[in-house]
T-cell receptor
Framework: DSGVTQTPKHLITATGQRVTLRCSPR?????VYWYQQSLDQGLQFLIQ???????AKGNILERFSAQQFPDLHSELNLSSLELGDSALYFC?????????????????FGAGTRLSVL | DQQVKQNSPSLSVQEGRISILNCDYT??????FLWYKKYPAEGPTFLIS?????DKNEDGRFTVFLNKSAKHLSLHIVPSQPGDSAVYFC??????????????FGKGTRLHILP
C-alpha cells in the first residue's frame, strides 16, 4: 500500500459528460502529480501541485483542470469527455525532504482510476 | 518527442536467469534516473534509482547501470523470479528540479518470467 488513495477505482460515462477524480496523498506529502496512461502509452504527465499551488504543467488538455485543496487532497476534473479520454489516470505524491535530494524525486502512486468513455 | 525511450515493449526470461531491461534518453540535462515496477490493477512502485555521479547502483537482486556518454541505462535482475513479472517503467529527471522540471517516463517494458 503506497499510502496514496484514489477514488473511484472505475468510472464509466458517456461522451460530453464531466467527471471528477479524487486523490488523497500520503500523509505529509506536499506535492501531487496527475498522470494519464492510455493503451500502449507510457505515463503522460498532466499537472503537478505543490502545497495548493500549481507547480508544473505537462500535456494537459484545456478541457481538463485540477486543484489541490488546503487539506492537500487533489481533484482532476475532466469535461466534455471524448472517447479518446478513456485511460487510466494515476495520482502520485512526493515530499521534498530537506537534505535528501533523491527522496523528493521519488513519487508514490495510487492504484489509479480507470475511466471508460462510451 | 520522446525523451525517454524503452524500445522493447516486452521481454520473456527464464526463471533463474538474468533479466536486462534497457532505457535510452535524449536530454543531457537529466541527471537522475528511476525505475518503477507496475503490477496489473496497481499503481507503479519505486524500485531503484541512480544519479549521474554514479555508473552503478545495486539493491539486492536489482542493479541499475548508467552509461552517460551513450545516454543509456539498464536494469538487471538476477536471478529472475516469477514475482518479477510486471511492467517496468524507466524515468528521468533533474536531481534538483526547478519549477518547470518534470519526471519523464518511458512507455514501459512488460517482463514475463517463464517457469
Amino acid at each position: 500500500d503506497s499510502g496514496v488513495t484514489q477514488t473511484p477505482k472505475h468510472l464509466i460515462t458517456a461522451t460530453g459528460q464531466r467527471v471528477t477524480l479524487r486523490c488523497s496523498p500520503r500523509s505529509g506529502d506536499l506535492s501531487v502529480y496527475w498522470y494519464q496512461q492510455s493503451l500502449d502509452q507510457g505515463l503522460q504527465f498532466l499537472i503537478q501541485y505543490y502545497n495548493g499551488e500549481e507547480r508544473a504543467k505537462g500535456n494537459i488538455l484545456e478541457r481538463f483542470s485540477a486543484q489541490q485543496f488546503p487539506d492537500l487532497h487533489s481533484e482532476l476534473n475532466l469535461s466534455s469527455l471524448e472517447l479518446g479520454d478513456s485511460a487510466l489516470y494515476f495520482c502520485a505524491s512526493s515530499h521534498p525532504v530537506a537534505g535528501s535530494l533523491r527522496a523528493k524525486n521519488i513519487q508514490y502512486f495510487g492504484a489509479g482510476t480507470r475511466l471508460s468513455v462510451l | 518527442d520522446q525523451q525517454v525511450k524503452q524500445n522493447s515493449p516486452s521481454l520473456s526470461v527464464q526463471e533463474g536467469r538474468i533479466s536486462i531491461l534497457n532505457c535510452d534518453y535524449t536530454n543531457s540535462m537529466f541527471d537522475y534516473f528511476l525505475w518503477y515496477k507496475k503490477y496489473p490493477a496497481e499503481g507503479p512502485t519505486f524500485l531503484i534509482s541512480i544519479s549521474s555521479i554514479k555508473d552503478k547502483n545495486e539493491d539486492g537482486r536489482f542493479t541499475v547501470f548508467l552509461n552517460k556518454s551513450a545516454k543509456h541505462l539498464s536494469l538487471h535482475i538476477v536471478p529472475s523470479q516469477p514475482g518479477d513479472s510486471a511492467v517496468y517503467f524507466c524515468a528521468a529527471s533533474r536531481l534538483e528540479m526547478n519549477r518547470d522540471d518534470k519526471i519523464i517516463f518511458g512507455k514501459g517494458t512488460r517482463l514475463h518470467i517463464l517457469p
